[in-house]
């Protein structure tokens, strides 16, 4: 292994040699700076993992560098040191289950298959935009829509997976994310004190975040994400220091969902809320909760008692037959009422990957979206029923392993209180679903859903065994577990 790294770190020595000749000095900075972790990377490839899970939230916010930005180099690199250590190694490989080949990567696999001769259209549909030539290039289509959101977040699950089975302590990832909330969290606080107009003006502007890279919804849903689990383990460990982590991350995770001004992240948020709240069943922390609530909502500005309390006036109706007049779902209803007949055009298959946007209703102007902003909708149209069948029939296993490990007394209370707040993270990300949302993991959005994966790629099924031993692959001891009570 030593004669390993010393070849890599000749190499790097010659390339930032001569990177700065051929790139220029910004561009050789920040290959430099991609670079720096890699002696840490190749010595233990979970450092690669770290630094994964702290990229991939901010990754809308990295600098590009096409071809070689820093997700795609921390990933290759930490896949490279995995297979390294791997020679020199004897511990077994936790590979991903086989519904998740079965169940998403094989209906997106054909998904994309579908939708190749349909890219011109979409092409065609959005000529009237900047970047449509090289957008829908069908290579650069395949590769962005399919390809690259695939690599990232199958290979991080594959690695965290690995990476926690062989971990004495694997609640450590658990502060890891915590610590991945922070700057996401921080970006969004700092876009909305800057921005150059009231509360007001930056609550109708719901491209506000566009210059960190994701749209606002997004931004509401990896907080959503995370608050279940942080929330769930601040309240179960026994851990001073990691109570006063994730409780931290947890409050700051809030306040950056609440700054998104995105109602659905709301709902989701508050399924989590209340779920902790109820099963707990602590009197004095409810009541506490809802003083708390009660007293945020009176002291909130006026602008966002109008955006979060939309829907609950009495002139709220909408008329979903006119765009315009749509004010309650922001038009998404009268959306999905164009675009619905498009399920009927191959209801089994689906017309392929991201087929809103060679939709009957975008060819003809009505809708201009490329996507129906809602996940159950897209799936149907894009994978068709058997499709939908499939994904569905996936989460609904991952909420009954959740649902397992999150009772497994043999476990440390942190685990189990990790896997009881995914669970309702997940319940809730599947009521926000029905207003906005991919099930493509196109953005860091989708990182805390990921992790949970991984997670529970690390753990095993955890179904059908019937003491918590079985329910371990055989590499299981090296999982820490809760110590057996005294006799």
Avoid at 235 to 241: I, V
Avoid at 299 to 316: C, H, N, Q, S
Avoid at 459 to 478: C, F, M
Wanted: charge should be positive.
């Amino acid at each position: 292994m030593t004669w390993v790294l010393a070849g890599l770190m000749a190499i790097f020595a010659v390339v930032m040699g001569v990177a700065p000749s051929l790139l220029g000095a910004k561009i050789s900075l920040m290959i430099f700076l991609a670079m720096l972790p890699l002696p840490l990377i190749l010595k233990d490839y979970r450092i690669g993992v770290v630094f994964l899970t702290l990229a991939l939230p901010m990754s809308s916010m990295l600098p590009p560098i096409r071809g070689l930005n820093l997700l795609n180099f921390l990933t290759i690199a930490t896949l490279g040191a995995f297979v390294l250590q791997g020679m020199f190694s004897t511990t077994k490989t936790v590979w991903p289950p086989v519904r998740l080949l079965g169940c998403f990567l094989l209906p997106v696999t054909i998904g994309m298959v579908v939708a190749w001769p349909h890219i011109p259209e979409a092409a065609r549909n959005y000529a009237s935009s900047a970047t449509a030539a090289q957008a829908y290039e069908p290579a650069t289509y395949a590769l962005n829509r399919f390809l690259k959101p695939l690599f990232y977040y199958v290979s991080y699950a594959f690695l965290l997976a690995n990476a926690i089975r062989g971990s004495q302590r694997p609640e450590r990832f658990i502060a890891v994310l915590a610590a991945s909330v922070l700057l996401p969290a921080m970006a969004v606080a700092y876009t909305v004190a800057t921005y150059p107009g009231s509360l007001g003006d930056v609550i109708q502007d719901r491209e506000f975040l566009a210059a960190r890279g994701m749209h606002a919804n997004r931004f509401g849903l990896l907080f959503a994400l995370a608050c279940g689990p942080l929330l769930f383990v601040s309240g179960a460990t026994t851990t001073r220091w990691l109570r006063w982590v994730t409780l931290l991350a947890f409050v700051a995770a809030t306040v950056g969902l609440l700054l998104s001004f995105s109602r659905g992240a709301l709902l989701a948020y508050l399924i989590v809320v209340s779920a902790y709240l109820l099963h707990h069943r602590r009197i004095r922390t409810m009541a506490a909760g809802a003083v708390l609530i009660g007293a945020a909502l009176l002291a909130a500005p006026d602008a966002v008692k109008e955006r979060f309390g939309t829907g609950l006036r009495a002139d709220a109706l909408s008329d979903t037959t006119d765009l315009a007049k749509d004010d309650l779902t922001a038009g998404r209803v009268h959306g999905w009422l164009l675009l619905l007949p498009e399920v009927a055009r191959s209801p089994m298959l689906g017309r392929g990957l991201g087929s809103t946007q060679w939709s009957e209703a975008v060819a003809a102007g009505q809708y201009r979206a490329t996507h129906p902003h809602n996940i159950y909708l897209e799936i149907l149209m894009d994978l068709g029923m058997i499709g939908f069948a499939a994904m569905a029939y996936w989460i609904f296993r991952e909420l009954r392993s959740l649902r397992r490990w999150g009772r497994d007394p043999g476990l440390s209370a942190d685990m189990r209180g990790y896997f009881q707040g995914a669970r309702y993270a997940l319940l809730g990300m599947l009521a926000m679903a029905a207003t906005t949302g991919d099930y493509m993991p196109y953005s860091g959005a989708h990182t805390y859903l990921w992790f949970m994966f991984g997670v529970l790629f690390a753990y095993g099924d955890g179904v059908v065994a019937t003491t918590p031993e079985a329910a371990l692959p055989p590499s299981g001891p090296s999982l820490r577990r809760a110590a057996p009570p005294a006799a």
